[in-house]
């Protein structure tokens, strides 16, 4: 008896975790198909929440991030015509099918690299800029070293500190 209420239980939170993480206006089976269409919407999705995760790692770095969340919401937009594609796309015959997907896997390819560009440009902008840190450095050498000069020509003059 305890084992079927825990298959039970499973079961439940295993439908509600599909519900939960389902996509409006697509199949709810492509959550776990194996076809192209279904293939092609999880690989899109898995870019949009990477773009939008590193956003989130940037704005707890402290970053404004509201531009880059408008980016990603952008893409999203992008993704969700693409969706609409897809879903179009898997009702065709197969040859037609077959080429209409293929063109749409270099449009989500495109998807994913301008989605991995607004994670990087976010994360860079919450990274200390080398460059502005290394100047410094350099300028707080140099007056030491100035400083260090002018100590050995007192010195050298017969001069006390």
Request: proline share 2%; charged share 25%; glycine share 8%.
């Amino acid at each position: 008896m305890a084992v079927f209420l825990v298959a039970f239980v499973v079961a439940g939170l295993g439908l509600a975790w599909r519900w939960y993480t389902r996509r409006p206006g697509v199949p709810m089976k492509w959550q776990t198909s194996q076809s192209v269409a279904a293939d092609l919407h999880r690989r899109m999705h898995r870019a949009l929440d990477r773009a939008r995760k590193q956003v989130a790692d940037a704005r707890r770095r402290g970053v404004a991030t509201s531009g880059y969340e408008g980016l990603c919401d952008e893409l999203a937009t992008t993704g969700r015509a693409i969706d609409d594609q897809l879903v179009l796309a898997s009702q065709l015959p197969f040859k037609t099918r077959h080429k209409v997907l293929l063109g749409l896997r270099y449009r989500i390819a495109e998807l994913e690299r301008t989605g991995e560009r607004i994670g990087r440009t976010a994360i860079e902008a919450a990274s200390p800029l080398v460059g502005s840190i290394d100047d410094s450095l350099e300028q707080i050498n140099a007056r030491l070293d100035h400083h260090e000069q002018a100590m050995d020509e007192l010195k050298e003059l017969g001069g006390s500190l």
